[in-house]
């Protein structure tokens, strides 16, 4: 079981970068897959970008793609999600999730960041 603790949200203005953390408890965070999800008010949960333990795996949503990147440093046990040019709809609750499935289907999650976006 892995406990996750998001941290680095806030209110920026629109073409801002933003980084978020996101760690990890336990001897074995590098053995984990890891996600972040998106959450806009009034709308689903948005799995938005995946990296597999390995680092070999990646999966990245098309409302994204070129602007917001994962990586993980597993000596820290944080995985990381680097925000460019951010725009007012990447406004949300921003989660990190985690898996030890070989799909990007996630068991444990953390509390949430929040994420403001304004024009």
């Known amino acids: 079981q892995v406990q996750l603790v998001e941290s680095g949200g806030g209110l920026v203005q629109a073409g801002d970068s933003l980084r978020l953390s996101c760690v990890g408890s336990?001897?074995?965070?590098?053995?984990?897959?890891m996600g972040w999800f998106r959450q806009a008010p009034g709308k689903e949960r948005e799995f938005v970008l995946g990296?597999?333990?390995?680092?070999?795996?990646?999966y990245i949503a098309d409302s994204v793609k070129g602007r917001l990147t994962i990586s993980r440093d597993n000596a820290k046990n944080t995985v990381y999600l680097y925000m460019n040019s951010l725009k007012p709809e990447d406004t949300g609750v921003y989660y990190c999730?985690?898996?030890?499935?070989?799909?990007?289907?996630?068991?444990?999650w953390g509390q949430g960041t929040q994420v403001t976006v304004s024009s």
């Open positions: 336990g001897r074995t965070f590098s053995r984990y897959t």
């Open positions: 990296l597999s333990w390995s680092g070999v795996s990646t």
């Open positions: 999730a985690a898996t030890t499935s070989s799909t990007w289907s996630f068991d444990y």
